[in-house]
């Protein structure tokens, strides 16, 4: 009797687990047949283009990176031109994104007259035009849907002001300063609004305006900008205080002033942007302040902003730049530098 009590239990215990083990893999199997359905990302299916004046350099790396990060999130398509500085390039560019049907186009206004009749007809064929990066000079110039980008005239007056009063911290004679700034492309709007900026600056420091030149350091080329600031230093050895008015010239202006037997603060130096030539440059006090007018903001809400206007309509305006970089907050920034800053 009790043996047979004893086999009949542990059948019945054979059989619990033979029902428990099938119970599992069955639900483990229900749950493996069971398809996620992802909820769709809000920009799928759209299509934007960004068409630019940049070349292959740290500065368009960092805007392109906000580019792709905000596509990814949107879950749209997002494609960047760079016309290494040739406006012929670029303008070629543009119509090739226009005729391409995108969603919207996200365009370097870099020259005051040359884009108003291409994004205007853009625009009449149905194909949206925000400005980036860089703005046209006149108010209402151009008919653009909105600018997301620095207030350049603003960034360089701000700049200009520090940079002379460390001059004048050194006890420089002001009225007898020389002020040379090196533009890569020195006729395109940027560096025409920002060389204004400067002379605002100079005017509040008592530095006369016949006491300035605009250089061209010769496109977007870095071995080409630096060989030429470095000879216009050789050549003019009454400068004073000398800026980058982008960011490939601020990055090499460590580089040149070294090159052309300059020490430290022998120049009193500034510029635009957060490369990593220009963070090196402030940290050995070869420059005294650099503007971030925070790029990677400008690819990120450029595709933001155009997938808006595609749903809502919506255009802002957006201030991307005004942050005065000096050694003091250098190194909050210098691992972002080249990818997010």
Same mark, same amino acid.
């Given at each position: 009797?009790?043996?047979?009590?004893?086999?009949?239990?542990?059948?019945?215990?054979? #059989?619990?687990?033979?029902?428990?083990?099938?119970?599992?893999? !069955?639900?483990? %199997?229900?749950?493996?047949?069971?398809? *996620?359905?992802?909820?769709? !990302?809000?920009?799928?299916?759209?299509?934007?283009? #960004?068409?630019? /004046?940049?070349?292959?350099?740290?500065?368009?790396?960092?805007?392109?990176?906000?580019?792709?990060?905000?596509?990814?999130?949107?879950?749209?398509?997002?494609?960047?031109?760079?016309?290494?500085?040739?406006?012929?390039?670029?303008?070629?560019?543009?119509?090739?994104?226009?005729?391409?049907?995108?969603?919207?186009?996200?365009?370097?206004?870099?020259?005051?007259?040359?884009?108003? !009749?291409?994004?205007?007809?853009?625009?009449?064929?149905?194909?949206?035009?925000?400005? *980036?990066?860089?703005?046209?000079?006149?108010?209402?110039?151009?008919?653009?849907?909105?600018?997301?980008?620095? $207030?350049?005239?603003?960034?360089?007056?701000? #700049?200009?002001?520090?940079?002379?009063? %460390?001059?004048?911290?050194?006890?420089?004679?002001?009225?007898?300063?020389?002020?040379?700034?090196?533009?890569?492309?020195?006729?395109?709007?940027?560096?025409?609004?920002?060389?204004?900026?400067?002379?605002?600056?100079?005017?509040?420091?008592?530095?006369?305006?016949?006491?300035?030149?605009?250089?061209?350091?010769?496109?977007?080329?870095?071995?080409?900008?630096?060989?030429?600031?470095?000879?216009?230093?050789?050549? /003019?050895?009454?400068?004073?205080?000398?800026?980058?008015?982008?960011? *490939?010239?601020?990055?090499?202006?460590?580089? $040149?002033?070294?090159?052309?037997?300059?020490?430290?603060?022998?120049?009193?130096?500034?510029?635009?942007?957060?490369?990593?030539?220009?963070?090196?440059?402030?940290?050995?006090?070869?420059?005294?302040? $650099?503007?971030?007018?925070?790029?990677?903001?400008?690819?990120?809400?450029?595709?933001?902003?155009?997938?808006?206007?595609?749903?809502?309509? #919506?255009?802002?305006?957006?201030?991307?730049?005004?942050?005065?970089?000096?050694?003091?907050?250098?190194?909050?920034?210098?691992?972002?530098?080249?990818?997010?800053?």
């Amino acid at each position: 009797m009790r043996k047979t009590l004893r086999f009949t239990v542990l059948v019945l215990a054979v #059989l619990v687990l033979v029902f428990t083990a099938f119970g599992c893999a !069955k639900k483990a %199997a229900e749950t493996t047949d069971q398809v *996620i359905v992802a909820e769709p !990302k809000p920009g799928e299916g759209m299509y934007f283009r #960004l068409v630019t /004046h940049g070349g292959d350099d740290p500065f368009w790396a960092v805007v392109s990176q906000g580019m792709r990060d905000a596509a990814d999130e949107l879950g749209c398509r997002a494609e960047i031109d760079l016309a290494g500085g040739d406006l012929a390039n670029q303008q070629k560019a543009f119509q090739d994104a226009v005729a391409s049907r995108p969603d919207g186009i996200a365009l370097v206004i870099n020259d005051a007259t040359a884009w108003d !009749k291409p994004v205007q007809d853009a625009l009449d064929a149905g194909v949206p035009v925000i400005g *980036i990066n860089n703005d046209d000079p006149e108010p209402g110039g151009n008919p653009r849907l909105c600018y997301i980008g620095q $207030s350049e005239r603003v960034a360089a007056y701000k #700049l200009g002001r520090a940079v002379f009063q %460390a001059g004048k911290d050194a006890s420089v004679d002001m009225g007898k300063a020389f002020v040379a700034m090196a533009a890569e492309v020195p006729g395109a709007a940027y560096a025409q609004v920002r060389s204004q900026g400067i002379k605002d600056a100079m005017a509040d420091f008592g530095i006369p305006a016949g006491n300035f030149e605009l250089i061209d350091a010769g496109g977007v080329e870095m071995t080409t900008v630096e060989s030429r600031q470095t000879n216009y230093l050789l050549a /003019h050895p009454e400068v004073t205080f000398m800026f980058g008015a982008g960011g *490939i010239c601020t990055d090499r202006l460590t580089s $040149s002033l070294k090159a052309a037997g300059r020490s430290a603060g022998e120049v009193i130096a500034g510029g635009f942007d957060a490369a990593p030539g220009t963070l090196e440059g402030i940290e050995e006090d070869f420059i005294v302040a $650099s503007i971030d007018q925070q790029q990677y903001l400008q690819g990120y809400f450029a595709v933001y902003t155009l997938y808006l206007y595609k749903k809502y309509g #919506l255009t802002p305006n957006i201030d991307t730049g005004g942050y005065l970089i000096t050694k003091d907050t250098a190194g909050l920034i210098s691992e972002l530098s080249g990818k997010y800053r």
